[in-house]
């Protein structure tokens, strides 16, 4: 890769699904963190701000709608893409998530790890042609 590497901030206490989404997301060559709670996603939202960022809602210490509200009313990183994968599923929940900005919301249950990271190639993708 001669382009510098997209950073990748992955919000999600499931120690496993983090675990699987960094390595996979890694050996693409992007550049990951994870954090596993939502106030410590936050921090290091500040700190890193990340080309895009992968979302939990049911969260430790700060829960992702929350999270969410925060970033897209702070003036240098509401622009960050976000991904919203989730257990919760009801229409309510994902009209609330997309409502405060996310620019999808995948039901963790109903995609493969192949497809969540084709969904967060193709925002990267789309994200880097509005930005040129």
Do not use: C
């Amino acid at each position: 890769m001669t382009e510098t590497a997209a950073k990748i901030l992955v919000i999600e206490d499931e120690a496993s699904l983090s675990n699987i989404l960094s390595e996979t997301l890694a050996d693409r060559g992007y550049k990951v963190s994870i954090a596993i709670q939502g106030e410590e996603g936050w921090q290091k939202t500040k700190d890193e701000r990340p080309d895009l960022v992968l979302l939990d809602i049911v969260l430790p210490r700060l829960d992702g709608f929350v999270y969410l509200k925060r970033l897209r009313a702070h003036k240098k990183l509401k622009d960050i893409p976000v991904l919203i994968l989730s257990n919760l599923g009801q229409d309510s929940d994902v009209e609330q998530g997309r409502q405060l900005g996310a620019i999808d919301y995948m039901v963790k249950s109903n995609h493969t790890i192949d497809a969540i990271i084709k969904r967060v190639e193709g925002v990267l993708s789309e994200s880097k042609q509005q930005s040129e």
